[in-house]
C-alpha cells in the first residue's frame, strides 16, 4: 500500500521558518516527480514547488529564493524547508508524487504563518 505522510507544520511568525518533509512507503520517490501544494479556504490548490526524478526544480514565482524543495534519498522523502515565511504563506500543504500514470497524495500538513 502506498502512503504519503507529510508533517512539519505548525504555528509560526512572519519571518520564520519550517521543514515540511514528506514520507513517503511503498513507492520509491527516487523515481517520482513530487509536488508541494498548498491551499487555503476557498481555494484551489496551488503548486508551490516541484523536484522531478532528475533533480531539476520548479518553484512558484512567489516562492523563488526563500523555499528550497530537495531530497532524502535515505530516508525515501522529499522536503520542503520554507524561510522568511509570510502570512500569505498559510493554508494546508500537501505532497503529491506521479510517475507512470500513477499518482498519489498525502493528507496534509497545517502551516499557520502570524503576522
Known amino acids: 500500500q502506498v502512503q504519503l505522510v507529510e508533517s512539519g507544520g505548525g504555528l509560526v511568525q512572519a519571518g520564520g521558518s519550517l521543514r515540511l518533509t514528506c514520507a513517503a512507503s511503498g513507492i520509491n520517490l527516487d523515481i517520482y516527480d513530487t509536488h508541494w501544494f498548498r491551499q487555503t479556504p476557498g481555494q484551489e490548490r496551488e503548486l508551490v514547488a516541484t523536484?522531478?526524478?532528475?533533480?531539476?526544480?520548479y518553484y512558484a514565482e512567489s516562492v523563488k529564493g526563500p523555499f528550497t524543495i530537495f531530497r532524502n534519498k535515505e530516508k525515501n522523502m522529499v522536503n520542503l524547508q520554507m524561510t522568511c515565511l509570510k502570512p500569505e504563506d498559510t493554508g494546508v500543504y500537501y505532497c503529491h508524487s506521479s510517475a507512470y500514470g500513477k499518482f498519489y497524495w498525502g493528507q496534509g500538513t497545517q502551516v499557520t504563518v502570524s503576522s
Open positions: 523536484l522531478n526524478n532528475v533533480e531539476t526544480t
